[in-house]
């Protein structure tokens, strides 16, 4: 370590890392020296009994950091709020699927097990395509939508 610390004063712009390097450790190094004050702290003299004090306080200073904030207020579910919105009227080839809306209709194929013809996957080479309620669409473009949807692969 002290070797690749002394190497980096050689380059100009490893000399300002190691300086920030530096700062930051001698900031550290005050936190932790500042809070580990009451850790040699005297033993103390109760009666005819003297009380040592065993406890090491050396993160003292840095007790808070990690602590809950309470102004930010009750924590929210950062997951979907209404759930994905479902279509249930989809059909591959007359089989009914399960599909997402906004869902890609190759990913729908794939997880129904009907295997579309794929070269590209950009729309580019029309190897693709599918009856969607139908109309002629490519797979790898085409997004299931709202309502009624029948899917029909050659």
């Not at 009380?51 to 930010?72: C, M, R």
């Not at 209404?82 to 194929?109: F, L, R, T, Y």
């Not at 709202?146 to 692969?153: A, F, L, P, R, Y």
């Amino acid at each position: 370590f002290v070797l690749w610390y002394q190497s980096l004063f050689f380059h100009p712009i490893r000399y300002q890392a190691a300086q920030m390097i530096s700062r930051r450790l001698a900031a550290i190094a005050t936190v932790v020296c500042a809070s580990s004050v009451s850790a040699f702290a005297p033993t103390q003299q109760h009666g005819s009994v003297r009380i040592a004090n065993t406890e090491l306080n050396i993160f003292g200073g840095l007790k808070g950091a990690f602590a809950n904030d309470d102004d930010l207020g009750k924590p929210q579910n950062a997951g979907l709020t209404g759930g994905p919105k479902v279509n249930e009227n989809v059909s591959i080839n007359g089989k009914p699927v399960n599909a997402v809306v906004g869902q890609k209709i190759s990913q729908v194929a794939a997880s129904a097990r009907v295997k579309i013809p794929y070269s590209c996957k950009n729309g580019d080479c029309g190897t693709c395509v599918v009856k969607i309620n139908g109309r002629n669409q490519k797979a790898c473009q085409a997004t299931v939508p709202n309502g009624k949807c029948q899917i029909s692969v050659n």
